[in-house]
Structure formats: C-alpha cells, structure tokens
C-alpha cells in the first residue's frame, strides 16, 4: 500500500510531491487488501545526484529510510535525509504513520522538519485518505502544509491508480497556493511493471 511521498527539498518555487508513491517504505508490491500474518522491518539506504544548467551547481542528497510493518497491517516509517543544494547543505528528518481503517479505507499522516533549513522546509505535514475498489482501483485525497524561510505553501492532492496483472498505472493532479503569490496545478502520470522474486520493478513518470 503506498505511503505518504517525502516532503518537497528543491525549494518553494518548486511544487510539492504529490501524496501518493508507487514504492512504499515497505515494498513496491501491488495492492493486496489481506493484511499480512507477520510484521516486518526493512532499511534502505538512497542516494541522488542532480546536474542543472545554466550555471548551477550540482545537487546531492542521501537519505536513510526505516519502516516497520505490523501484522494488523500498520505501518511505521521514519527517515534522515542529508541534501546539498545551491552549495548549502541541510538536514531533515520526517515520520509517518500508515493505518487501515478497514479493508477498504486507509488512514495516512506524515510529518517532517529541518533543524537547518536553508533550502529545505522548516517543517511540513500531510494527512491523506485511501479507498480500494473492486477490479485493482484505488483513489486518494490529501493535503499538505509547507513552510520555509520565506513561503508557505498548502497542497490538496487528488490521485487515481489502477492495478492489473503486474502493472500499475496512475494520476495525480496537485494543485498548489503558494501565499501571497497565487496558485498552480501539477500533472503526474506513471506506469510500473512488477517482475521477480524477491519482488521488484522498472517505470516511467511524465509531469
């Protein structure tokens, strides 16, 4: 089941991620209603480096990623991100937590913030609601709140993903008001294919 996406890092100008993520903290397993007999822990360990024209500088972060899942099908995750942007280096640390409702309804709230905060949001926080369809449907709506140093930006999410065979395809629109300054709609569309054991996938996103 998805979890709530990371909060924004690249600046206010910038949108916010949508909600919804096509890879959970747990795994990127299509959607399965039935909650699991067993809990578990997994860590993950990302890094991304960026390269802009126009004369910026180049952009790297690294982040360390904890999730657990419990066998009643909650799910706990929390992460440290180092980022380096602009030649200004930050740190961030965010929690979020994932509970069913019920079989159809889904419960997800996140929060983060960054003790230095130079490019990064000095804090945000989300909460979404999930509901599951017959036929591989699932729907989403959230918001989220976004503050940093000069801006604050509040985000309503709106997505759709379907799932079939071992393919997922998705919609997200998220509509953005930065204060002060006005609004924008971001478009994000995605398509994975899921393949092996253990578990993995490839995909392509268009925004």
């Known amino acids: 089941t998805p979890v709530i996406a990371r909060a924004n890092d690249s600046?206010?100008?910038v949108s916010p991620p949508p909600l919804p993520s096509p890879t959970p903290a747990s795994s990127a397993a299509p959607r399965n209603d039935e909650p699991s007999?067993?809990?578990r822990t997994e860590v993950r360990v990302n890094a991304a480096y960026e390269s802009l024209t126009n004369g910026f500088g180049d952009w790297k972060s690294a982040s360390l990623d904890l999730s657990h899942k419990f066998a009643?099908?909650?799910?706990?995750y929390a992460s440290y991100t180092e980022t380096e942007r602009f030649r200004l280096r930050d740190q961030?640390?965010?929690a979020g937590y994932y509970q069913p409702l019920s079989r159809r309804w889904l419960l997800l709230v996140e929060a983060a913030f960054s003790p230095t905060h130079r490019v990064l949001p000095k804090w945000s926080a989300a909460a979404q609601l999930?509901?599951?369809?017959a036929g591989g449907w699932n729907v989403q709506g959230g918001y989220r709140r976004t503050v940093f140093n000069d801006a604050r930006v509040n985000a309503g999410v709106a997505g759709v993903e379907k799932y079939w065979g071992n393919y997922r395809a998705a919609y997200t629109l998220t509509v953005n008001h930065l204060e002060n300054a006005g609004t924008s709609a971001a478009h994000r569309f995605q398509f994975n294919r899921y393949y092996g054991e253990p578990l993995s996938?490839?995909?392509?996103?268009a925004g």
């Open 37 to 39: 007999n067993e809990g």
């Open 11 to 13: 600046g206010a100008a």
């Open 130 to 133: 999930e509901r599951s369809f």
């Open 72 to 76: 009643a099908g909650n799910t706990v």
């Open 92 to 94: 961030q640390f965010s």
């Open 201 to 205: 996938s490839f995909g392509v996103t």
